[in-house]
């Protein structure tokens, strides 16, 4: 009985504490941008978050630091010992290793690998995650004050990229996140800056324009906070969007066409996918918050 009333109280906190944080984040985020306006880039960044849950910033990072980070991060890619891979096949999917040696985890699968943890690598990347704007964005976004971002180093290849740390190519049938789907129930940042040209070919990351704050989710952004809080939700898997739902957004899908250095930021409320890269390689570094 007493257990049932707890389930039960759980369940309405739960409620309320989804409605009540939606309102704060629009509240809070409509406050500062009267405040400060919308043509600074902090005001673009928020206005672009509240109101199609993204922006870009053009060539945010010069050529020659985009240059470094690659450089770093494929650094540490040729570091991780050869030891760690061999015993798996090339179509294996590794899904959380860690590598001692380099103090990162890696993600692998055919064609693709991530490098998780690579801010804590070396100085200049370890910069990068403490850039200072980002970090202002987060807070006001989901008002967690952080240090730092996890930086994740990101490349997908199609067969021609010669590394033996990530054989294989990209397929179809091994693109998790070609799914529609959305990272958090509650508003939260991520970022990327493009280490390379992205084009159709390449794969872009894309984006349901304005879904972070479509209603029509809600019962999906509530199932996913209910599994969160150790309760049971109706739905199977309540991050997992159902592909017609994108006829509903058919001329508001963003697909992050970015030239080398741009920085697109987003809110992990939003639905997104991965489109399948069909030529080339796509190298990106995420910041997550
Ligand atoms: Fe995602």
Redesign the pocket.
Known sequence: MFSKLKIFLKSKLVFANFFLGEWLWKLRLSIIILLIGKKNNLGKALNGLKTKGYYVFDNYYSNQEVEQIKESCHFQLNLIPNSYLSKYNVDDYIENLDIEENNISIERMSGSIKLKKINQTGNYLKKISQNFFLLSLSLIQQCKLAKKALLIFSLSHDGSFKNDKVPGSVSDKNNI?SRM???TYYHSL?AYVALEDITQDNGPFAYLEGSSTDHSLNENYLGSARVNHNLKSDIQKPHEISENFKNKYKDKIFYGNQKKGDLVIMD?KGI???SMLKKGQRELLWFYY
Do not use: V
């Open positions: 996140a789907h959305f990272d991520k992990t997104h996918f991965a």
